[in-house]
């Protein structure tokens, strides 16, 4: 099983975002059809039965229904219920991402910028001590 460094690293490598619920987040005992919470579920309980709205569900389904509708709540700000629970939100290591630019978009006497086609551009060249 890959750990959290593992997960995170592979997600960020490949672009994706990853978000972490809180360890005691109660996806299983969380019914994803009525979101009534169950005070126990015994490990051994592989179907999860609903008191509330009689919904009998696989118990892995069901907490994997109830950790997605958790993750689509997120939103791209970060004030989602996830941010709160301990979301790992980093930005690229590398950082900047290219840009094409096209000639003569910068504003005229920037270091670096292209006049636009046809145009020159008066240089005057000074001579280093």
């Given amino acids: 099983m890959a750990s959290r460094i593992q997960l995170a ?3 960020q490598w490949n672009g994706g975002r990853l978000l972490v619920a809180d360890r005691w987040y109660p996806s299983s005992k ?3 059809g009525c979101g009534a919470v169950k005070a126990k579920l015994a490990l051994h309980e592989r179907e999860y039965e609903c008191e509330a709205c ?3 569900i696989h118990r892995d389904r069901n907490a994997s229904l109830n950790l997605a509708a958790l ?3 997120f939103d791209i700000a970060g004030s989602g219920p996830v941010a709160a ?3 790992d939100q980093k930005t690229r290591i590398r950082g900047q991402v290219a840009v094409k630019r096209e000639p003569g978009t910068t504003p005229v006497g920037q270091t670096g910028t292209v006049p ?5 551009t008066n240089r005057v ?5």
């Fill in 9 to 11: 690293y592979k997600t």
């Fill in 54 to 56: 009689g919904l009998v």
């Fill in 71 to 73: 993750a689509a709540e």
């Fill in 116 to 120: 636009p086609q046809g145009a020159t």
């Fill in 85 to 87: 629970r301990g979301a």
């Fill in 125 to 129: 060249l000074a001579k280093a001590h």
């Fill in 30 to 32: 969380t019914c994803s």
